[in-house]
């Protein structure tokens, strides 16, 4: 299937990790090593940039997460990061679809930097190895947190 058959007016703008922070009393990962992670996933409300003629959201990950030793639980690693990315579309471009691509697509581009950024940034604070976030269905993920959000909401 050719690609430009499903290609978005949905562009990537730029990105910043506003918080980032490991606490490691990890020695050496090994075998027995295991990934605690969670993620939260959050979209601005949309605005228009007149003068570029393009609407612009912004998209908030949260991360947080514990690598930790199994037989070991004094040795581990946690960490929190947040990341805010921003993405544009043409001003014509109706706000139910952009706000769905920032959901979807924003997320799912943000957890890609995000990855990427805390393999390097724990490769170098590790005696040895690495944290690798798993692939995640961002489609799943933040249609499991809104189900969360409105039980919650429902509670109160």
């Known amino acids: 299937m ?4 499903f290609a978005s007016n949905f562009q990537y703008e730029n990105a910043v990790m506003t918080e980032g922070n490991f606490t490691n009393n990890l020695v050496q990962s090994g075998d ?4 605690d992670s969670e993620a939260e996933v959050s979209v601005s ?9 393009k ?4 998209v908030k990950l949260e991360l947080n997460g514990t690598f930790s030793v199994t037989d070991h639980p004094e ?6 990061f947040v990341f805010n990315g921003e993405f544009s579309t043409p001003v014509d471009t109706p706000d139910k679809d ?3 691509a920032l959901w979807f697509n924003g997320s799912t ?3 890609g930097i995000a990855r990427a950024k ?3 940034i724990s490769s170098m604070i590790m005696q040895s190895g690495k944290i690798s976030l798993p692939m995640v269905n961002m489609v799943e993920l933040v249609k499991e947190q809104y189900k969360q959000k409105m039980q919650a909401a429902a509670e109160k």
């Open 75 to 80: 040795a581990n690693c946690t960490y929190h």
């Open 2 to 5: 050719k690609v430009n058959e």
């Open 98 to 100: 952009f706000h769905k």
């Open 55 to 58: 609407k612009l959201g912004r």
């Open 109 to 111: 581009a943000l957890y």
């Open 118 to 120: 805390i393999e390097t």
């Open 45 to 53: 409300n949309i605005y228009t940039d007149e003068s570029n003629g």
């Open 32 to 35: 027995s090593a295991n990934l």
